[in-house]
């Protein structure tokens, strides 16, 4: 059974620094991509930032240059590092993992985390 935890997130003031690790265990198959979500109430969930195998990282564009994902295969985790915080980057994030074995694939999804940014 995947499980996927969470760590970090908080209260932090505009400006400053969080980050965010999830740790995927359980998975039978390789993990392909990782990523972040956030959604804030009564909208829609949004990618952050993704990761490939290869290592190659994707960012929404409000992000970029502000945030910095990163994964370690061997402990099955992906990170997210987040500077500059600003007040509309609070939003609950979420961890992905896609696990992959051929043709199949199947995404897992973390509790989610609070991150809130207040001026």
């Known amino acids: 059974q995947v499980q996927l935890v969470e760590s970090g997130g908080g209260m932090v003031q505009t400006g400053g620094s969080l980050s965010l690790s999830c740790e995927a265990s359980?998975?039978?198959?390789?993990?392909?991509?990782m990523g972040w979500y956030r959604q804030v109430p009564g909208k829609l969930r949004e990618v952050v930032a993704m990761?490939?195998?290869?290592?190659?990282?994707t960012y929404l564009g409000s992000v970029k240059d502000r945030f910095t994902i990163s994964r370690e295969r061997s402990k099955n985790t992906v990170n997210l590092q987040m500077t500059n915080l600003k007040e509309q980057d609070t939003a609950k994030y979420y961890c992905k993992v896609r696990y992959a074995l051929g043709d199949w694939e199947d995404d897992y999804w973390g509790q989610g985390t609070q991150v809130t940014v207040s001026s």
């Open positions: 990761i490939t195998t290869d290592g190659r990282a």
């Open positions: 359980g998975g039978h198959f390789s993990i392909k991509d």
